[in-house]
């Protein structure tokens, strides 16, 4: 082990390889794997992923479609080629397979009939007039119902193909539920629906398939994600890490702190997990074991920093966008709110990573080992131009889409003219195909997450669940009445704390099996009206449950940020999932704390700056107090009884009322006092 801290670690942009990087990512993040394709079926499928990305470009830039027509066009293309990029079968990621007549170009014939199926299917109901279609919906035509089934399966299927059978079968159950109403128990009950009525509702209206959720992609986020791929592409990224090594890479366990900064960086041009995970872990998870961490806490500590960049401003993922059109707020008081817990994200895992490099005695960067800022700011400072740009236009008041047109475009000019770092008119065409890859697999889960959204507009069980979360969270709450007097806490915040506790129970276990923007449309429909109904606001709510939703990335059996990392350090998934978890649990009560104390948000109706600074001091402090805990070190090493007493002062730390908080701080103040003058002792005999 001292052999390897001693070991040169060159943390700079020496050590990062893009073409790696992208191979990794497509080799851990089952998005945007494809099967092995020919020559001639490449040509095929890069050409319409290219064409699909120039449309989005094109569309951002001079002006959307009719709404239907524009979720039409982008559905048609990114179903067509899920099923002739995705195989049947995990055996068809294999070589490419003969040509023949059941192998046109190698791919099946029947994924060639659903492909072609597919686009007519989507196609059919944008091209209906619109005073017929308005006639129609309740009363389709048999074309319109056959249609409508077979684009149910084909879309269930290319679900399953691109992500997993979890969501299709959430949207299957959601299905049942809509189709055997009566035979539902107790308040679940209702009147139930024809196999007819349920597709007419799923595929002639905008509020299943063709709903919010896949326009949100069509018009948003492939537009970030695509300006992601590029500002990554002309060195942004690099820069990015260079600074982070600059900054963080001198103290205690150096490398870490860097994937903590470099995410956090990364995470505003990328709102992918697995691309974060990959492009900053490809430099710092090789420099972490070379110092000293494990393998599986390396890759862990780059999977739950890399989980931050969804909740990172600008980009966020697809949670912003969504929030949007469910909120119909600004999107810059959606990024605004989005500040806090981005930065209580990152500093949760900074404090059990700092711990544990402290009680394992890893050092820092030498100088010699660090970057050399100059020559990185030198090199890359025209890669900063496009997201300036995104974000002007976007602060100026135009639209998001306006702004990634402007940001994308800006990001080719500075590619093709940067003479440092420059981008041939060939890299722009990959950039084009690359970027439009992130697309199919979100696509296909965004639209069947309509279907599950459609069952709930079509049977009302979004305010049944509420109110069943509701009321068992009141009977719960009437219990612990019995035990905790009323002057520590009112019965009406103790329902809402058993609510919050059970709806982000259930975010857990949905992220086991779903990917994070998924999860978050379906909490957000099933779970966030409990909130709301105990007059939580609803950008509140959705904070929560998107929160939350969070932890799918890096909560096995999932977990593709943290299988991803794993990969790259050759360590254990599984045990590489469950650290990760356990280093994103330091923020856990980040949720409550901006629940209970919305100011944390920042543009809530209620924001003094009062409470916003009792908030935020008692959360930073609650943080701390949950790491050590489970880092079992603070100046020292913690000892049992010390645990205990932290994370009990840790809740009364977050907790909105001033006393809870005074109570927390006196709680820790002998632990801290311990730890000082044994710290103190340490050095001076260290010292003689």
């Given at each position: 082990?001292?052999?390897?801290r001693?070991e040169?670690?060159r943390?700079?942009s020496?050590g990062?390889?893009?073409?790696?990087?992208?191979?990794?990512e497509e080799?851990?993040?089952?998005?945007?794997?494809?099967?092995s394709?020919g020559?001639?079926?490449?040509?095929?499928?890069?050409?319409?992923?290219?064409?699909?990305?120039?449309?989005?470009?094109?569309?951002?830039?001079?002006?959307l479609l009719?709404?239907m027509?524009?979720r039409?066009?982008?559905l048609s293309f990114v179903?067509a080629?899920?099923?002739l990029?995705?195989?049947?079968?995990?055996?068809?990621?294999?070589?490419?397979?003969a040509?023949s007549?059941?192998?046109?170009?190698?791919?099946p014939?029947?994924?060639?009939?659903?492909?072609?199926?597919?686009v007519?299917?989507?196609?059919h109901?944008?091209?209906?007039?619109?005073?017929?279609?308005a006639?129609?919906?309740?009363?389709?035509?048999t074309t319109?119902?056959?249609?409508?089934g077979f684009?149910?399966v084909?879309l269930?299927?290319?679900?399953?193909?691109?992500?997993?059978?979890?969501l299709?079968?959430?949207?299957l159950?959601?299905m049942?539920?809509?189709?055997?109403?009566p035979?539902?128990?107790g308040i679940?009950?209702?009147p139930?629906?024809?196999?007819?009525?349920?597709?007419d509702?799923?595929?002639?209206?905008t509020q299943?398939?063709?709903?919010?959720?896949?326009?949100v992609?069509?018009?948003?986020v492939?537009?970030?994600?695509?300006?992601?791929v590029?500002a990554?592409r002309?060195?942004?990224?690099?820069l990015f890490?260079?600074?982070?090594?600059w900054?963080a890479g001198r103290?205690?366990?150096g490398p870490?702190?860097?994937?903590?900064?470099?995410?956090?960086?990364?995470?505003?041009?990328?709102?992918?997990?697995v691309?974060n995970?990959?492009?900053?872990?490809s430099?710092?998870i090789?420099a972490?074991?070379?110092?000293?961490?494990?393998?599986?806490?390396?890759a862990?500590v780059?999977?739950?920093?890399?989980?931050?960049?969804q909740?990172?401003?600008?980009?966020?993922?697809a949670?912003?966008f969504?929030?949007?059109?469910?909120?119909?707020?600004p999107y810059?008081?959606?990024?605004l709110?989005?500040i806090?817990p981005?930065?209580?994200?990152?500093?949760?895992?900074?404090?059990?990573?700092?711990?544990?490099?402290k009680?394992?005695?890893?050092r820092g960067?030498?100088p010699?080992?660090?970057?050399d800022i100059?020559?990185?700011?030198k090199?890359?400072w025209?890669?900063?131009?496009?997201?300036?740009?995104?974000l002007w236009?976007?602060?100026?008041?135009y639209?998001?889409?306006?702004?990634?047109f402007?940001?994308?475009?800006?990001?080719i000019?500075?590619?093709?003219l940067?003479?440092r770092?420059?981008?041939?008119?060939?890299?722009?065409f990959?950039?084009?195909?690359?970027?439009?890859?992130?697309a199919?697999?979100?696509?296909?889960?965004?639209?069947?997450v309509?279907?599950?959204?459609?069952?709930?507009?079509?049977?009302?069980?979004?305010?049944?669940?509420s109110f069943?979360?509701t009321s068992?969270?009141?009977e719960l709450a009437?219990?612990?009445?019995?035990?905790?007097p009323?002057?520590?806490i009112?019965?009406?915040?103790?329902s809402l704390?058993?609510t919050l506790?059970?709806t982000?129970?259930?975010?857990?276990?949905?992220?086991?099996?779903i990917?994070t923007?998924?999860?978050?449309?379906i909490?957000?429909t099933?779970?966030?009206p409990?909130?709301v109904?105990?007059n939580?606001?609803p950008i509140?709510?959705h904070?929560?449950?998107?929160?939350?939703?969070?932890?799918?990335?890096?909560?096995?059996?999932v977990?593709?940020?943290?299988?991803?990392?794993?990969?790259m350090?050759?360590?254990?998934?599984?045990?590489?999932?469950?650290?990760a978890?356990?280093?994103?649990?330091?923020?856990a009560?980040?949720?409550?704390v901006?629940?209970?104390?919305?100011?944390?948000?920042?543009?809530?109706k209620?924001?003094?700056?009062?409470?916003?600074?009792?908030?935020?001091?008692g959360?930073?402090l609650?943080?701390?107090?949950?790491?050590a805990?489970?880092?079992?070190?603070?100046?020292?090493r913690t000892?049992?009884?010390?645990?205990v007493?932290?994370v009990?002062?840790a809740?009364l730390?977050?907790?909105?009322?001033?006393?809870?908080?005074?109570?927390g701080a006196?709680?820790?103040?002998?632990?801290?006092?311990?730890?000082?003058?044994t710290a103190?002792?340490?050095?001076?005999t260290?010292a003689t």
């Amino acid at each position: 082990m001292a052999s390897s801290r001693d070991e040169k670690i060159r943390l700079s942009s020496e050590g990062y390889d893009e073409a790696k990087a992208r191979e990794l990512e497509e080799r851990f993040d089952s998005e945007i794997r494809f099967r092995s394709l020919g020559k001639s079926a490449g040509w095929i499928v890069g050409t319409l992923l290219i064409i699909l990305s120039i449309f989005h470009y094109y569309t951002a830039g001079f002006g959307l479609l009719q709404e239907m027509v524009h979720r039409g066009i982008h559905l048609s293309f990114v179903l067509a080629l899920v099923f002739l990029v995705f195989p049947f079968t995990k055996s068809g990621y294999d070589a490419p397979q003969a040509n023949s007549l059941l192998r046109p170009l190698g791919i099946p014939v029947y994924d060639w009939i659903l492909a072609i199926g597919s686009v007519i299917a989507v196609a059919h109901v944008p091209l209906i007039p619109l005073d017929d279609l308005a006639f129609r919906i309740g009363n389709p035509t048999t074309t319109d119902v056959v249609l409508g089934g077979f684009l149910i399966v084909a879309l269930l299927e290319a679900t399953r193909r691109s992500i997993g059978w979890p969501l299709p079968i959430i949207a299957l159950l959601f299905m049942a539920y809509a189709l055997f109403g009566p035979w539902m128990p107790g308040i679940l009950v209702h009147p139930g629906n024809s196999l007819g009525q349920l597709i007419d509702h799923l595929y002639m209206t905008t509020q299943g398939i063709y709903g919010i959720a896949l326009g949100v992609v069509a018009t948003y986020v492939f537009h970030f994600v695509l300006f992601g791929v590029f500002a990554t592409r002309i060195g942004l990224g690099q820069l990015f890490l260079d600074c982070a090594a600059w900054v963080a890479g001198r103290y205690a366990g150096g490398p870490a702190k860097v994937s903590i900064f470099g995410s956090a960086l990364f995470g505003m041009i990328s709102g992918s997990s697995v691309a974060n995970a990959v492009t900053v872990g490809s430099l710092t998870i090789p420099a972490m074991i070379k110092l000293g961490y494990k393998r599986e806490f390396a890759a862990a500590v780059e999977a739950a920093s890399s989980t931050g960049g969804q909740v990172t401003p600008p980009i966020m993922g697809a949670a912003a966008f969504l929030m949007i059109e469910f909120l119909e707020l600004p999107y810059t008081t959606i990024i605004l709110a989005a500040i806090v817990p981005a930065f209580m994200h990152f500093f949760g895992v900074l404090m059990q990573v700092h711990f544990e490099a402290k009680r394992t005695g890893l050092r820092g960067l030498r100088p010699d080992e660090m970057p050399d800022i100059a020559a990185a700011l030198k090199r890359d400072w025209p890669t900063v131009i496009p997201l300036a740009v995104l974000l002007w236009v976007l602060l100026s008041g135009y639209t998001p889409y306006l702004a990634a047109f402007w940001g994308i475009t800006a990001c080719i000019a500075v590619g093709l003219l940067n003479p440092r770092r420059r981008m041939t008119i060939g890299e722009v065409f990959l950039c084009l195909r690359d970027g439009a890859k992130y697309a199919l697999a979100i696509g296909a889960a965004a639209a069947t997450v309509g279907i599950v959204i459609g069952v709930v507009t079509l049977t009302g069980v979004g305010f049944k669940v509420s109110f069943i979360v509701t009321s068992t969270a009141a009977e719960l709450a009437n219990f612990a009445g019995y035990i905790l007097p009323a002057s520590i806490i009112s019965a009406s915040a103790l329902s809402l704390l058993f609510t919050l506790i059970m709806t982000g129970v259930v975010c857990i276990l949905m992220g086991c099996g779903i990917p994070t923007t998924a999860n978050y449309i379906i909490m957000v429909t099933i779970a966030a009206p409990a909130l709301v109904m105990l007059n939580v606001e609803p950008i509140v709510a959705h904070f929560f449950v998107f929160y939350y939703g969070l932890l799918a990335d890096i909560t096995p059996p999932v977990a593709l940020a943290a299988y991803a990392a794993a990969g790259m350090a050759a360590a254990d998934p599984f045990k590489t999932g469950n650290t990760a978890f356990r280093l994103g649990l330091g923020k856990a009560l980040v949720p409550f704390v901006f629940v209970f104390s919305p100011s944390l948000l920042l543009v809530t109706k209620d924001f003094t700056w009062s409470n916003f600074t009792l908030a935020f001091i008692g959360c930073t402090l609650g943080i701390v107090c949950l790491g050590a805990a489970l880092s079992r070190y603070m100046l020292v090493r913690t000892k049992a009884w010390e645990n205990v007493v932290l994370v009990i002062a840790a809740f009364l730390l977050v907790a909105p009322e001033i006393y809870s908080t005074v109570i927390g701080a006196i709680m820790i103040t002998p632990i801290v006092l311990r730890h000082v003058a044994t710290a103190v002792a340490e050095r001076r005999t260290s010292a003689t």
